[in-house]
């Protein structure tokens, strides 16, 4: 038979080991705080094993539990001395939640548990502190209905208030006995209104209760929330901890408290925490009353004059302090702790690895391993990797006022906040102007490469994590909000309405990319600071790590950041929003219109020297390091115009009539573009676009190499391959283009064909296509809609709750489908190599910088993994990670 509850303190130990997955993270630190003598009120736990049965069972509890349950309160009983439900010296108990990791404020707590209105009586004598034993009761009455009746929880503060204001009390403090007992009265009055039902007296019965509110709160929608945004799985459990209760609120010699064994926004090396004296635990995290500093230099840095904890209980504070010592000892990491001192008596009530910012993170991690508590290998595995967001962009400043309008999806992290501009245009003039600006748009696409530039930051009414949008914002590191569906563009007028808000065009507005929060006027901004800290931990995770990490890049610019950030190179440069420039969208036109071939390599030519340039500026910023140059892969009719007052224009630049560009937009148009007439299949069609390209590559390459004495290695991607035999036309064209300049210009430098795997076909037959292409890229953003059906801009309607229902762990857009997708790759993986040993394998999608996607290209062996610019730390510290984990 199962067992479900395990007991700890008084020197019992049934087995638990501190076993978080059993016992949750709170009950196995409770059970590893007791171990180690600590002073912990005996208790026992529920296991989170209980919970995933009592869901899959319908919310039932096996008959087992019941004497298991009577047989941890008989633990309890025999170690205070108390009985739970006694009259005379009654026994309370905590009720509180515990997940394998903290979910802090999302799940349910009960205190005092076993009042009633004998018990009350009992304790008020035992302790000889009525009001204590009165403002206790009143307190667990206000607790029980709010988490386990469910009932209005403003109601019984609203009673609280009103008793205060005709007492004329401002702290709770300051009622008496006689007070709070006459509240108890109102509070059971409201309890019997709203619920139809007296108030429970029984304490098994309110056990049992908050039993299951702690086990409902696991799916509750705040903590489906929370496991959603932190990639918890929702089939974990929580557990269910029981405690004998310690009192914080019994004079002045009780306390509360909530400390830190370092600084956790900072990463100091000192103390940090708040207390309250005679509260109780919730007054402080609740802040229905202003906690004091625990440390005396804390109160003195903020000029506080309330007595520190420090001051005002010293030899209190001592024992704490080697506490605090102890237990950062013994787990080797940051604790955030709290404790209760009940009448000069310290209790330790929970202890947990803290959270911590980022900056704190790093310094934490390398102070820690400097200081020789932990390895450095430790140091590299213990850094959130998703967390190294926070340095690398602006933040909003914590303490500055926001006018909170709307929020969409925090789909590009980084803070800006500009001028509304409608269209890219206005963007780019404002930006040439000195003006900042934000681009809103219904949803963007890569005609807007260039007010997307201009832009600080870009909101979009429509589009998911992983929508045009958001990959391109990321990639140049600028902050993005998409899926905003609360926002209505109006574009004719240059409106935006926003609920009951209205703003126009070159009102001032801020986006938050790492919250989705979009706000009025202009919130100041914090500037990234890549201390000394960030550089050392760098350094120790690239001695671990075996995965390359190159940048999805595609200017100089991109590049330069990407080599600052450490990229090994360009794992994916797009070169289809260098033809969307201004300058030479014309002559791509002129291409498009043209009906014959000799029309169309006019054209081109045109295009050869602007695309020589690029390449040239890309390759002098990567020198010596491999690029990898995506050829051609929309489709040709997304550089036509769309909408009628852009077609005379269109028309008159490039020397035809308005009819015939109509007629060759229509002829282009396609009813499902990204299955259509694009990738390869552009090259197939229309060789010479292939060819210019490939010309402009060599060309640029031997350029470099001339100039700096050190030649880039050019690997030329060919798209949306799906047969070996549109790679081997395309080869040809690229290896022919490359013998021709050769000979041209009496020199050469080493390249490689390959193919970006982005299609099912190509994964199974990845053997046959590996006889010609010399380098795979799995292009994981098309992968995965080709393979799961589901189009990525418009996933974000529905996906969320995909993930709710727990048909998707996580959006497949934003960390790899393993199952499916990740299985793809590695038959395409094995198959490649059975025909080409050695061929060189990569990433390629917005996976490339998600750090669960790069452990599982770490388990399949893949050779390097490619992100944007801002996500290049993130991804050597996640490949890092992974190479630990992997040993």
């Given at each position: 038979m199962s067992k479900y509850v395990f007991r700890f303190g008084g020197g019992v130990d049934d087995g638990g080991k501190g076993d978080k997955n059993l016992l949750g993270g709170k009950g196995a630190n409770l059970d590893g705080m007791a171990a180690i003598g600590l002073p912990v009120p005996p208790g026992f736990t529920i296991t989170?094993?209980?919970?995933?049965?009592?869901?899959?069972?319908?919310?039932?509890?096996?008959?087992?539990?019941?004497?298991?349950?009577?047989?941890?309160?008989?633990?309890?009983?025999?170690?205070?001395?108390?009985?739970?439900?006694?009259?005379?010296?009654?026994?309370?108990?905590?009720?509180?939640?515990?997940?394998?990791?903290?979910?802090?404020?999302?799940?349910?707590?009960?205190?005092?548990?076993?009042?009633?209105?004998?018990?009350?009586?009992?304790?008020?004598?035992?302790?000889?502190?009525?009001?204590?034993?009165?403002?206790?009761?009143?307190?667990?009455?206000?607790?029980?209905?709010?988490?386990?009746?469910?009932?209005?929880?403003?109601?019984?503060?609203?009673?609280?208030?009103?008793?205060?204001?005709?007492?004329?009390?401002?702290?709770?403090?300051?009622?008496?006995?006689?007070?709070?007992?006459?509240?108890?009265?109102?509070?059971?009055?409201?309890?019997?209104?709203?619920?139809?039902?007296?108030?429970?007296?029984?304490?098994?019965?309110?056990?049992?209760?908050a039993i299951g509110a702690v086990f409902g709160s696991w799916q509750a929608d705040r903590a489906k929330v929370y496991r959603r945004l932190n990639n918890i799985p929702g089939d974990w459990g929580t557990?269910?901890?029981?405690?004998?209760?310690?009192?914080?609120?019994?004079?002045?010699?009780?306390?509360?408290?909530?400390?830190?064994?370092?600084?956790?926004?900072?990463?100091?090396?000192?103390?940090?925490?708040?207390?309250?004296?005679?509260?109780?635990?919730?007054?402080?995290?609740?802040?229905?009353?202003?906690?004091?500093?625990?440390?005396?230099?804390?109160?003195?840095?903020?000029?506080?004059?309330?007595?520190?904890?420090?001051?005002?209980?010293?030899?209190?504070?001592?024992?704490?302090?080697?506490?605090?010592?102890?237990?950062?000892?013994?787990?080797?990491?940051?604790?955030?702790?709290?404790?209760?001192?009940?009448?000069?008596?310290?209790?330790?009530?929970?202890?947990?690895?803290?959270?911590?910012?980022?900056?704190?993170?790093?310094?934490?991690?390398?102070?820690?391993?400097?200081?020789?508590l932990i390895t450095r290998e430790e140091a590299v595995a213990r850094v959130d990797a998703n967390a190294l967001d926070q340095l690398l962009h602006p933040t909003l400043d914590p303490k500055a006022p926001r006018d909170v309008l709307t929020k969409g999806l925090p789909a590009s992290p980084g803070a800006a906040s500009g001028q509304i501009v409608f269209d890219a245009e206005t963007a780019e003039r404002l930006n040439e102007l000195g003006e900042a600006v934000i681009l809103v748009r219904i949803e963007t696409s890569p005609e807007d490469i260039h007010g997307m530039h201009a832009a600080k930051g870009i909101l979009t009414a429509r589009g998911g994590m992983t929508s045009h949008a958001a990959v391109v914002a990321r990639g140049m590191g600028r902050p993005c909000v998409s899926g905003a569906?609360?926002?209505?563009?109006?574009?004719?007028?240059?409106?935006?309405?926003?609920?009951?808000?209205?703003?126009?065009?070159?009102?001032?507005?801020?986006?938050?990319?790492?919250?989705?929060?979009?706000?009025?006027?202009?919130?100041?901004?914090?500037?990234?600071?890549l201390a000394g800290d960030f550089g050392t931990l760098m350094v120790w995770a690239d001695g671990v790590r075996r995965l390359k990490v190159r940048a999805n890049a595609e200017t100089p610019a991109d590049c330069k950041t990407a080599r600052e950030f450490g990229a090994e190179g360009v794992g994916l440069c797009r070169t289809e929003h260098m033809f969307f420039d201004a300058e030479r969208i014309t002559n791509v036109r002129q291409m498009i219109?043209?009906?014959?071939?000799?029309?169309?390599?006019?054209?081109?030519?045109?295009?050869?020297?602007?695309?020589?340039?690029?390449?040239?500026?890309?390759?002098?910023?990567?020198?010596?390091?491999?690029?990898?140059?995506?050829?051609?892969?929309?489709?040709?009719?997304?550089?036509?115009?769309?909408?009628?007052?852009?077609?005379?224009?269109?028309?008159?630049?490039?020397?035809?009539?308005?009819?015939?560009?109509?007629?060759?937009?229509?002829?282009?148009?396609?009813?499902?573009?990204?299955?259509?007439?694009?990738?390869?299949?552009?090259?197939?069609?229309?060789?010479?676009?292939?060819?210019?390209?490939?010309?402009?590559?060599?060309?640029?390459?031997?350029?470099?190499?001339?100039?700096?004495?050190?030649?880039?290695?050019?690997?030329?991607?060919?798209?949306?391959?799906?047969?070996?035999?549109?790679?081997?036309?395309?080869?040809?064209?690229?290896?022919?283009?490359?013998?021709?300049?050769?000979?041209?210009?009496?020199?050469?430098?080493?390249?490689?064909?390959?193919?970006?795997?982005?299609?099912?076909?190509?994964?199974?037959?990845?053997?046959?296509?590996?006889?010609?292409?010399?380098?795979?890229?799995?292009?994981?953003?098309d992968l995965t809609q080709t393979t799961i059906g589901i189009s990525r801009d418009d996933a974000g309607r529905f996906l969320t709750q995909y993930v709710d229902k727990g048909i998707f762990a996580r959006d497949p857009f934003i960390s790899l489908d393993v199952e499916g997708v990740g299985e793809l790759i590695q038959i395409a993986a094995e198959r490649g190599r059975a025909t080409r040993a050695g061929i060189k394998l990569g990433i390629c999608g917005e996976h490339g910088g998600d750090p669960a996607s790069i452990a599982f290209c770490e388990q399949t062996g893949l050779d390097y993994v490619s992100a944007s610019p801002y996500r290049v730390p993130i991804a050597r510290l996640a490949a890092a990670q992974a190479a630990l984990a992997k040993k």
């Open positions: 989170t094993e209980m919970c995933t049965r009592y869901y899959a069972d319908g919310e039932t509890y096996p008959e087992s539990l019941n004497a298991e349950v009577a047989n941890g309160i008989a633990h309890i009983e025999a170690v205070t001395g108390k009985k739970f439900g006694d009259a005379g010296d009654p026994l309370l108990v905590s009720v509180r939640s515990g997940a394998r990791v903290s979910m802090p404020g999302m799940m349910d707590t009960v205190l005092n548990l076993g009042l009633n209105d004998q018990t009350v009586e009992g304790l008020a004598a035992v302790s000889g502190d009525a009001r204590f034993a009165w403002d206790s009761y009143r307190r667990f009455i206000q607790m029980y209905s709010d988490v386990v009746l469910e009932l209005d929880h403003g109601k019984f503060e609203e009673a609280l208030e009103i008793a205060k204001e005709d007492r004329g009390a401002y702290l709770d403090t300051e009622l008496t006995a006689d007070d709070w007992r006459a509240l108890v009265d109102e509070y059971k009055a409201l309890v019997l209104k709203q619920w139809g039902k007296p108030f429970p007296q029984d304490v098994h019965e309110q056990l049992w209760g557990a269910v901890n029981v405690q004998a209760m310690v009192f914080g609120n019994m004079g002045d010699t009780s306390a509360t408290g909530v400390a830190f064994t370092r600084d956790p926004a900072t990463g100091e090396n000192a103390y940090y925490g708040e207390y309250l004296i005679n509260a109780q635990g919730e007054d402080v995290v609740a802040g229905i009353r202003t906690p004091q500093y625990l440390t005396t230099a804390a109160r003195e840095r903020a000029g506080a004059k309330p007595l520190s904890m420090e001051e005002a209980l010293p030899e209190t504070y001592a024992e704490l302090a080697n506490v605090f010592h102890i237990l950062e000892t013994h787990y080797r990491d940051m604790q955030d702790i709290e404790f209760t001192v009940q009448q000069g008596k310290l209790w330790m009530l929970q202890t947990r690895s803290g959270k911590r910012t980022a900056k704190a993170a790093l310094k934490i991690a390398v102070d820690m391993a400097n200081e020789g569906g609360g926002i209505s563009i109006d574009a004719p007028n240059r409106l935006l309405r926003i609920g009951e808000r209205l703003l126009k065009e070159r009102d001032i507005i801020t986006i938050d990319g790492a919250t989705g929060e979009v706000m009025a006027g202009e919130v100041p901004t914090v500037q990234p600071e219109l043209a009906e014959t071939e000799a029309g169309r390599r006019e054209a081109l030519a045109k295009l050869l020297p602007a695309q020589r340039a690029d390449f040239f500026g890309i390759f002098t910023e990567m020198a010596g390091l491999p690029v990898t140059i995506r050829l051609l892969d929309p489709p040709l009719h997304e550089f036509l115009p769309h909408e009628d007052v852009d077609f005379a224009d269109v028309a008159a630049a490039a020397g035809v009539s308005v009819e015939i560009l109509k007629r060759r937009a229509a002829e282009l148009h396609e009813f499902n573009p990204m299955l259509g007439h694009r990738g390869c299949r552009l090259g197939v069609t229309y060789p010479e676009i292939y060819e210019m390209q490939a010309r402009a590559i060599f060309e640029a390459a031997l350029d470099v190499a001339k100039a700096s004495g050190e030649a880039p290695i050019p690997e030329v991607m060919i798209p949306l391959v799906a047969t070996r035999r549109e790679l081997e036309l395309m080869k040809d064209i690229v290896d022919k283009t490359a013998k021709a300049v050769f000979a041209e210009r009496g020199a050469s430098v080493d390249y490689l064909v390959g193919t970006m795997i982005e299609l099912p076909r190509a994964a199974l037959k990845a053997g046959e296509i590996a006889e010609v292409g010399e380098f795979f890229s799995f292009g994981t953003n």
